[in-house]
């Protein structure tokens, strides 16, 4: 089973949530043959959703129709809470050979969830190198690279033939995740340099590999970020990136499938902090109810007080605003323009700065540029609002809500582009700068601004 | 030349930026022998990155450094402006020598923005199927597979045997794109399968094709949406995602590395959509002003509109506020909280639909948990609001604000969670359920709420 199996206009989500019913039904009835036959030529993928969707006690025996190579394929595709479940509900000997069969850095990972129980009722039937590896690859850091990298890669030795490094890749094709990119390495393992399968194709059989090999290739340490290994695949263009420890020593390598889900979970993370939202492990809908709210109360109760200054800010003006009501019309259109305008430039920033964009050194032509922006935006609001303006209140009022327009627009335009590089210098991640934040500092400065122009024309004036 | 020349360590971007000033001095003082030395071993995108930091007429002479295969491989890297520079820049005979060996892909992109009067010069120097490929290339519309696929790709007959097909391979190694996935075609190019070159190498000489490929692959067509393209590639882990016309004739190919592209990029659209910033083309760094101004300005204005209606609503109530100056103190904080708790649940359930985690049947089971949750922060919030109701207005202020806060709050939840799945079932883009938009409907039925049940609990009571 591989999975180019089917056309993809087969497997749209709903037919295989058909598909599912379908099979839950054989199932139940103990009618397997059917059962299987129904799921003939299903990619990995697919087949993992299928069990997904199947209610649990079935689940073991939907896995089971499946050889045990597939099922070890299957199993490293499945959704976290299901692999748990379903490696409590099966015997000890099976669950020990399907982990044995699995890609290494899935195996680490459902490793790492077992209860200590398990894993010792596991560990006689797993070789004592695949305890170790299992060991090794799970104790890393989450959000390292070490913790995404997997082991099975495959290395040759810098005095092979081209000859002999094809044939040892077909040998070690059976398991490793791919030898597409052969990794050189010396007796002590550390990473001379790398080859391409296509390399080796095309060159004769007698060349030397550590003529061929492009010697020290772009590599990652495996203490450093899973975001920036995957920015390294991105941007060469790799099919994996070799992971070093501290010695130089290759110790695993990041494929380019794993990087294009650390690239999603990452985007993900920054669409969250964008909203406050604090990161949460599953997905929106398979998280507890308890796990969302603590995702989200945090920063919701935070920004209360937060807004108090605002209030506070109202208060002070209370008497400006008694004697013209009609400024009340206009607070909330003013302050959430600030707001808007900010939460724009906020965007802007934080994601330029999380795609390489742009970096620290260019802050302060981004300000410059912004400002211009910014007094454009605004005084295509100010023109805007001062009609109302006019309209509600006459040629003062009109005057007031204008010049309070440009000076919120640009307050507010101000802070979403620096909070992000002041987060940043100080070592936090620039996407807390999010549109709620700025809008909170907004609404504070565009109550004063707005405010104080009030009383300064119309009281004073 | 390839993507792995280097240690990471020494491409940090500062790094590559002192290098640019350096080669640009030696390009300056004619020392091209030391520049071409000082930039041994450099991969290509790196290559690009120095050329973009070097003043724009000594490119061309950094660009000649290299042999012309590289030329090719650094000019498919560059930014868009500068290709264009540099193509307007060059003599024909040598634009066209380096756009016969760029990956088609590029070529296409970059022939679809030449002048015609360019294009006319350049054609007699290129061949005719050269020219035929990047028009078809380039007419595919953009965000679709067909604008982002390649067309070299390798391809093999059914009836071949497997070193036939090996050795056909390392004849087209050299022109495709990539050769670990080869694509069988019949005689009109109808797509029956594909072979990776791993089972290739395992798979006895005298195997045959047709019994080895995977029938039926995984595909999509020509015009769906890129995005679509970028989710097969990631939720199969392909190497590359066979692009069919109307025909099943294999068209084109989208490879891993553009599918990582795209991701990005529509990630950054989503981004920009989630704070109502129109998609740019280019990078924030390299924009021009009015493009940044355009972007913005048109749901700024239409906010500011949009916001009147609060404003109204708070004029509605002039009486209400003028007998109780103390309730302003607590209208940022209460409508605040409504857009925080609103932009929270637009953002989950953006995100959700974007990455297939949840689909429209999804609905009403997220709505009763969205429920739930916000009911849960909204008591929470309400209860720190009504300490704050009890020190500043007394027993009464604090149960109007306790209660506008857990009602606000859950309208802003709703409103937050729904409006994507509405959006989406009229077919518009859900991501159009920006913060802002949630923020500013949350603040009407805000500024609605509070004053009435003050009006309510106040006046009346």
Redesign the interface.
Known sequence: M???????DA?S?ENLGALADQIAGFLAEGRTRTAAAALG?L?A?DWAEIIENIAAPLRIDALSLLAEHDQAEVLGHLRADVQDDLARAMAHDHLARLMSAMSHDERADLWKRLSPELRDALSPAMARAEREDMRRLSAYPEDTAGAVMTSDYATIRPDMLVGEA?ES??VQ??DAET??TAYVVDARHRLL??V???DL??TPDAGRIERLM???????HATDDREDAAR????????ALPVLDEAGRLVGIVT??D???V??AE??E???K????QPIED???HST?AT??RA??F???L???G??F???G??AF?DV??AH??L??????L???G???G??S???????LA?????QS?FAR?LL?EL??AL??GL??AA??SL?GWWRGGAEIALVVALAMVLI?LMGAVIGLALPFVLSRLGRDPATAS??LV??IA?VLG?LTYFGIAMILLDLG
Request: glycine residues 6%.
């Open positions: 591989t999975a180019t199996a089917m056309r993809h497997r989500p030529g990619a993928p094809l890749l077909r094709a059976r030898i597409y340099g790398v391409s399968l296509r194709l095309v492009q010697a020290a290739p772009v590599a990652c390294l695949i991105a941007r060469y263009d790799l099919i380019a499938d990087a294009m889900d690239a999603e985007a993900t920054d669409f969250y964008g909203s406050t939202i997905s929106l809908a109810l969302l709210y989200r109360i920063w919701l109760v920004l209360v007080f807004n108090i605002s209030g506070a109202i208060a209370e605003i008694a009501m009609t009340l019309f206009f607070l909330p259109l302050i959430a323009s707001g808007n305008a939460a724009q906020a965007t802007l920033t934080v994601r330029a795609t390489g964009d742009v970096r260019d981004l540029r211009v922006v454009g935006l295509t609001m805007a609002v109302i627009v549109g709620p809008t909170s609404d109550v």
